[in-house]
């Protein structure tokens, strides 16, 4: 198995944004204030060389990085090209939207060896995408992907579940549509009601439903295996946490430090639910996973354990490891 290559990440908030989403708030987002310069990137590569990083992917996160100024764009991967020589940055990655790919900015790119890109693209339903204001069409970002794709450069695309419009089968309809678009990985991204955003006033004024952390789980737990039964490998399930946002920068919606391992759990739960429904009668019954499963299938504080014992009514649920598939469980006792 290949290792994972670690990141070195330079956010850019706001940099190349045509116009503010209602939801967004990048410097919140990234705990910056402040644009990236290539000064930002050797102290950034700096820092990962204090840790004893090397051959690392150096990533430009947040803002629409082909949108920047061309001048800006080639700053900041010369910057970053600097360091291909010492070894300490072996890659490049950068974001950016759907409707500011061209093969004009891929060309550009290529010259720097950035090997990925990843787009914004949020929602696939046009709807959507107007009420959350992101300037773009779901066929910039078919287009897009098209040509990230045709270029050479491996594909992440971003989604938001939760988005003003949403019923939750939009995010369906996004999901399948961004997996026959055949990205490398996609990141998932419940919307978190920010400070100092559109949707925030939105939400304050009553003209925007909560996405809570709960709609986020039982959503995102119909949006994972959408996205595994086409083999595209989830990078990220929720904004990473933070002290700004843990501090009370996210005034709502669904943040969670730990909102990817609750939705893993939520569908563990579901395949327990009908590992259990053909065991009428049953009174004690002890499930086994593989070891590394045990903890997502029991879920956070025994919740897994307690629901589904109240649901079907046993006196006791016992989860111990076992040597099965993984992604299975089966029943190893009953009474």
């Known amino acids: 198995m290949t290792p994972k290559r670690r990141i070195i ?21 990234s705990g910056r204030l402040s644009p990236a310069t290539p000064e ?9 060389r204090k840790a004893g990083v090397t051959g690392a992917e150096l990533a430009f996160y947040g803002g629409s990085f082909t949108a920047i100024d061309r001048a800006e764009q080639e700053a900041l991967l010369s910057a970053a090209a600097e360091h291909f020589a010492t070894g300490e940055v072996a890659a490049l990655r950068v974001s950016t939207r759907p409707d500011r790919i061209t093969p004009e900015a891929l060309a550009l790119l290529k010259k720097y060896r950035v090997e990925t890109v990843e787009l914004g693209a949020q929602s696939m339903d046009d709807g959507v995408l107007r009420l959350s204001g992101r300037g773009h069409t779901a066929e910039a970002t078919r287009g897009a992907a098209k040509m990230v794709k045709e270029s050479g450069f491996s594909l992440i695309l971003q989604m938001m579940t ?14 399948r549509e ?3 678009l055949a990205p490398e990985g996609v990141r998932i991204y419940p919307a978190v009601i ?10 304050r004024r009553g003209k925007y439903r909560e996405h809570t952390v709960e709609d986020a789980v039982s959503l995102c737990a119909r949006i994972v295996p959408v996205f595994e039964a086409a083999g595209v490998k989830i990078i990220r399930l929720g904004l990473n946490p933070s002290d700004e946002l843990s501090g009370g920068e996210a005034a709502g919606g669904a943040y969670h430090p730990a909102l990817g391992e609750m939705v893993y759990s939520r569908i563990w739960r579901g395949k327990a639910e009908a590992a259990l429904s053909s065991l009428v009668g049953a009174e004690s019954v002890t499930l086994g996973v593989k070891a590394s499963r045990v903890s997502v299938m029991t879920g956070q504080k ?10 079907f009514g046993l006196k006791e649920l016992k989860i111990r490891p076992a040597e ?3 992604g299975e469980i089966a029943v190893l006792e009953r009474h």
């Open 9 to 29: 990440p330079v956010f850019v908030p706001h940099l190349g944004c045509p116009n503010d989403c209602v939801f967004c708030n990048q410097r919140k987002i």
């Open 40 to 48: 930002t990137v050797h102290e950034a590569v700096a820092e990962a």
């Open 162 to 175: 939760g988005l003003p419009g949403d019923s939750g089968e939009e995010s369906i309809y996004t999901a």
């Open 178 to 180: 961004l997996a026959a």
């Open 194 to 203: 920010l400070r100092d955003t559109p949707l925030y006033e939105l939400w």
């Open 302 to 311: 025994r919740c897994n354990v307690e629901y589904l014992r109240d649901k």
């Open 324 to 326: 099965v598939p993984d």
